[in-house]
């Protein structure tokens, strides 16, 4: 269960405590799923006491305009009194199918990949999983929410399988803040590690799960405070992964070129999806990150030895009907680099309900969303 404390009542669901209240069960010893703090009930000095037992993971929140100066990061509420909550459906004519038929039209249909000629790394061993990498080299993008509703909707599609979502966004992972969980962490599996302790036996502890996703689907976070920079021990991670599931869905950080535990994901996957948004800030960014990827560009990490380039897929997101004009220039900017397997409108709406208010299912219904997912996990 969330705790949100605060001396207001939000559209939102969770355990609602005054600030008294959260000190004493805190004293007691409070466990929960999600923290919630807002910050017009704490002084500085208990906000850096919270931030600091939390390990960074509370979520400080606020309902005003203004936040004082020593808060660093925060979300904003709206604030409303409480009601029934309503779960939102979405209609198809939400989605316009036409946007992406008359934008790639006569486009192939997505082939198979063959990974044969993947090479793993060393401490991989016997590959078993499938592997689904998503990443990009911009933020906000939506590549967190899309290998999010990918893994969702691959659990739902197939009960019978085991399916983990691995948060390798070594620096800042947001997986967590996501679907609500904040502990624990692989931070955690890495205390015992350091002491020796690497199997998958051990692991699997500190996986969590969320109610508000298939019961088949298990998590693994990655700390988004104080990164483990260690290769070996994100490699091992790897391995305890493949090697006991069915599919793998691993969400990346936007540094692909500093962290081998990063880049070795693409090189090992064996389907890489990269989100962009329309934004002429992001698409540059992301045509760089395709040539780097394939070798293209000449860079110390990835060549074409790699054989990168054929497992690549492009999810383009907030797309409008609005300006057929740039989204047409942003599909012919990708067309001949990579293969465009989805195009998405702005979603933030929905995409709150999910992430906020754990409405994931809010998609389930809606066919031509779930026609471009479908593409994605194919």
């Known amino acids: 269960m969330d705790f949100i404390v605060t001396d207001k009542k939000l559209d939102r669901p969770g355990k609602y405590v005054t600030k008294d209240e959260f000190l004493q069960l805190a004293r007691e010893g409070i466990e929960a799923d999600g923290l919630y703090i807002d910050v017009d009930c704490i002084d500085e000095k208990l906000y850096k006491i919270i931030k600091d037992a939390s390990e960074g993971q509370a979520v400080f929140f606020t309902t005003r305009d203004e936040v004082p100066a020593f808060v660093e990061k925060y979300v904003k509420f709206e604030y409303e009194p409480a009601k029934e909550q309503v779960s939102v459906s979405l209609k198809d004519d939400d989605f ?18 063959d990974t044969t000629s993947s090479e793993p790394t060393p401490s991989a061993g016997d590959k078993v999983a499938k592997v689904y990498l998503f990443g990009s080299s911009k933020g906000g993008t939506g590549k967190t929410f899309t290998c999010l509703i990918s893994a969702y909707r691959y659990a739902k599609l197939n009960p019978d399988q085991k399916v983990a979502v691995a948060d390798f966004d070594v620096i800042d992972g947001q997986v967590g803040i996501s679907i609500h969980k904040l502990n624990p962490t692989l931070k955690d599996f890495y205390a015992k590690y350091k002491a020796g302790s690497r199997d998958f036996s051990v692991m699997q502890k500190y996986k969590v799960k969320s109610s508000n996703f298939p019961s088949n689907i298990d998590f693994y976070l990655a700390p988004n405070v104080s990164p483990i920079k260690d290769d070996e021990f994100w490699d091992w991670c790897y391995f305890n992964l493949i090697t006991n599931y069915d599919v793998v869905f691993f969400d990346s950080g936007i540094d692909y070129m500093n962290y081998s535990a990063i880049s070795n994901l693409y090189k090992i996957a064996d389907k ?12 540059n960014s992301v045509k760089r990150q395709i040539k780097r990827l394939k070798g293209e560009d000449k860079n110390p990490v990835f060549n074409k030895d790699d054989k990168i380039g054929d497992k690549l897929h492009l999810v383009i997101t907030q797309a409008t009907t609005m300006d057929d004009t740039v989204n047409k220039f942003v599909v012919n900017a990708f067309k001949s680099d990579i293969h465009i397997v989805a195009i998405f409108g702005n979603l933030t709406h929905q995409i709150q309900k999910a992430e906020y208010l754990g409405q994931w299912n809010i998609f389930d219904n809606i066919k031509k969303f779930n026609d471009s997912i479908d593409k994605i996990i194919k």
């Open 272 to 283: 890489i999806i990269l989100t962009t948004t329309t934004s002429i800030k992001s698409v």
């Open 96 to 113: 316009d199918e036409s946007l992406f038929g008359k934008l790639v039209s006569g486009e192939e249909e997505d082939s198979a990949v």
